[in-house]
Every structure is written in structure tokens, then in C-alpha cells.
T-cell receptor
Framework: GESVGLHLPTLSVQEGDNSIINCAYS??????FIWYKQESGKGPQFIID?????DKRQGQRVTVLLNKTVKHLSLQIAATQPGDSAVYFC????????FGQGTELSVKP | SQTIHQWPATLVQPVGSPLSLECTVE??????LYWYRQAAGRGLQLLFY??????ISSEVPQNLSASRPQDRQFILSSKKLLLSDSGFYLC????????????FGPGTRLTVT
């Protein structure tokens, strides 16, 4: 069944610290993974993606790591800022995008 | 650049009334289009997707239908709303080639009373 899941439903970090949001997936046939950020009342916003033939990809202040051995995906946010507070979703592609339930990131000033 | 619009932004409708939500995309041609529903701010459930005009695939049986009368227009409809149709409805688009990422619209908050 569909089982893109998140290890923690909420994450609270201090401003300036690094954040790590984790995601587990169950289907080794998934060939593409993506992270979205959703602020309250808004549509999800694309952050970064990674294909299954890679294990790391970096963007501006964000890094996605893919461990296919344990079917684990993570999003690292460097120097977390108050504007990073949102719900973060991972999704895997198996024909269509299958979304996880989301992790709420709260940044303390 | 590409933009995606949804309207209305919010809607309160009584049970049994009809529904029409509209989504339009600008700045791209022949996009794949999607309707999602999100309950309680978590998790996105794919309702419909379309790879071209008049081509609609339904993911789950439900009280809703979708249509694509023009290349960049996607409509979500219902003849009679149920209380369970309440939620946050999101439209998204993706390219037909060159990438799998989907880009979401601002959403419509539907409350059925």
C-alpha cells in the first residue's frame, strides 16, 4: 500500500540551528523523490527533488539525502529561520506522486 | 514564467448544492493537471489527473468529477455536495516531459454546511 511516512509529526528547533526532517518509503521501485513546504492556508511549494540514481542533492540552505539501502529520505535545512516554519511533505514517485503525512517544523526565536 | 490560479479562494456551500472549482495555468502548454484534496492540513489525496483536453483519470470513487475543456483549464465539480466533501482543494500542474515535479496553486478552502 501507500506508505510514505514521516518519523516525527512535529519538530521544534532553535533559530540558527540546523533542521533534519526524515521520511521513510517502502517501495524500492520509486524512482524520484521530492520535498514540499506548505505554509498555513497556502499550496505546497516545491523545495528540492532527487532521482533514485543520486544519494545527495544540495540547494540553497537545503540538502536532500537519499539512502536506498534503508529506504530513507531526509531534508536538511541549514541555519533555520523563522520563515522556515511550515509543514514539510516528502513524496515518492511510483507512476504518480505519493505524499507523506507531513512534519510540522516550528522555529523558536 | 508559469503561474497557476485557483478560484474561489474560499467557499461555504450547503449540503446538496452544486460545486464548481476552477484552475487555470499560464505560461506553459499541454501541462499535466491534477486535483488533490487535503484534510486537516496534512496529507494530499490525488482525486483526478489529466494529460490532455478531455482526458480525465479518476483516482478514487467519490462524489466529484473533473473536466478539462481547454488545454490550461481544469474544473472540479459536484452535482450535490456532501459534508465529507469539505476540505482544502489543490490544483497542480507538471510538465509532460523533462521533470516530475508538480507545482501547486494557492488552493480553495471548501466548507460544506
Amino acid at each position: 500500500g501507500e506508505s510514505v511516512g514521516l518519523h516525527l509529526p512535529t519538530l521544534s528547533v532553535q533559530e540558527g540551528d540546523n533542521s533534519i526532517i526524515n521520511c521513510a518509503y517502502s517501495n524500492s521501485a520509486s524512482d524520484y523523490f521530492i520535498w514540499y513546504k506548505q505554509e498555513s492556508g497556502k499550496g505546497p511549494q516545491f523545495i528540492i527533488d532527487i532521482r533514485s540514481n543520486m544519494d545527495k542533492r544540495q540547494g540553497q540552505r537545503v540538502t536532500v539525502l537519499l539512502n536506498k539501502t534503508v529506504k530513507h529520505l531526509s531534508l536538511q535545512i541549514a541555519a533555520t529561520q523563522p520563515g522556515d516554519s511550515a509543514v514539510y511533505f516528502c513524496a515518492e514517485r511510483r507512476g504518480k506522486l505519493i505524499f507523506g503525512q507531513g512534519t510540522e517544523l516550528s522555529v523558536k526565536p | 514564467s508559469q503561474t497557476i490560479h485557483q478560484w474561489p479562494a474560499t467557499l461555504v456551500q450547503p449540503v446538496g448544492s452544486p460545486l464548481s472549482l476552477e484552475c487555470t495555468v499560464e505560461g506553459t502548454s499541454n501541462p499535466n493537471l491534477y486535483w488533490y484534496r487535503q484534510a486537516a492540513g496534512r496529507g494530499l489525496q490525488l482525486l483526478f489527473y489529466s494529460v490532455g483536453i478531455g482526458q480525465i483519470s479518476s483516482e478514487v470513487p467519490q462524489n466529484l468529477s473533473a473536466s478539462r475543456p481547454q488545454d490550461r483549464q481544469f474544473i472540479l465539480s459536484s452535482k450535490k455536495l456532501l459534508l465529507s466533501d469539505s476540505g482544502f482543494y489543490l490544483c497542480a500542474w507538471s510538465r509532460t516531459s523533462g521533470g516530475y515535479e508538480q507545482y501547486f496553486g494557492p488552493g480553495t478552502r471548501l466548507t460544506v454546511t
